[in-house]
């Protein structure tokens, strides 16, 4: 199993950025797949969650209404497209999927 993110950057307060996570190595198909990220000195934390087929989302209360988790089990790629960037969501983000972690993608929001 792998999981490799990218989309990650430097971007400034109210932007947006579109994480993707691509897997490999397993039936995506059949796996929910979720978000999760780390800032500096905190606990990692759930940020959005997706069923198997999309029809499940989960969002954290700090990003509903800003951010949208989206797959498309033709190209085994889950996307994490974030609006409205605030500095509070900077931090390291990770893809997870049965029982493995991605090697996370930084997002820095400053101005």
């Known amino acids: 199993v792998q999981l490799v993110e990218s989309g990650g950057g430097l971007v400034q307060p109210g932007g947006s950025l579109r994480l993707s996570c691509a897997g490999s190595?397993?039936?995506?198909?059949?796996?929910?797949m979720s978000w999760y990220r780390q800032a500096p000195g905190k606990e990692r934390e759930l940020v959005a969650q997706i069923g198997s087929v999309g029809s499940y989302t989960y969002y954290a209360d700090s990003v509903k209404g800003r951010f949208i988790i989206s797959r498309d089990n033709v190209k085994n790629t889950v996307y994490l497209q974030m609006n409205s960037l605030k500095s509070e969501d900077t931090a390291d983000y990770f893809c997870?999927?049965?029982?493995?972690w991605g090697q996370g993608t930084q997002v820095t929001v400053s101005s």
């Open positions: 997870y999927a049965k029982y493995t």
């Open positions: 190595g397993f039936t995506f198909s059949n796996y929910a």
